[in-house]
Structure formats: C-alpha cells, structure tokens
C-alpha cells in the first residue's frame, strides 16, 4: 500500500469529494466531534479513535454519544503509541479500486498518532 496524495482541505472541498473511509478523534475536548457533526456524511466507512487513556474525563463520554448517534464505529487504541494504519484500512469493505478517499481530523490526535 503506498501513499499517493495527501492534502490539507477546507470545508468546502470536503463537501466536495466522494469519501470512503473518514476517521475522526473523541477525547476529552469539546471540540472533538465539531467537524464530524458539520460536514455532510453518506456511505463512506467511519471510524472514530478513542484513547484507551482518559475515558472519564471532561468531554469524552459526550463525545462518544455524538460519534455513536452519527454512525461512528469504535476503535479504541493508545493515545501514547503509533496508529496501525493497515489495521485501520482492514475496516474497509472489500474495495475494487486503486486509490481511496479517505478524511482524516487529525486536530484532537496525539503526537504519536
């Protein structure tokens, strides 16, 4: 699996493109779900990573009510480690196509994420 493209987008372009995965963050912030909750979501697969770390903390039961009532499919993983992004991509139904769409909100992860 290589990576082809990345690029930074506005709103707009979001509204824009035809997704299939979008992963977003629920930590302890409010601001976690803010993207998830304004852009417009269809049949793309959608994970939210959730830091095994901090469960009871601030926000974050809030948070993983908002992810759940918008589709989001748990994954609960490390904040203090790396992501396995294959392990992420293994979410994906079987897809017959050579490049992926894929929203990342990066804006609440960790360092080593």
Known sequence: MDLLRRQQVSFDHVYSNNLDLVIGVSGYEKRSPYLMKRIKLGNETRLVLGFEERLNEMHRSENDRIFRALGFHP????????????????????????????LLDYSCMTKPW
Not at 75 to 102: A, C, F, M, T, Y
């Open 75 to 102: 994954v609960i993983v490390s904040g203090n480690q790396s992501l396995d992004i294959e392990s992420l991509l293994g979410h994906l139904p079987d897809v017959k196509r050579e490049e992926l769409n894929i």
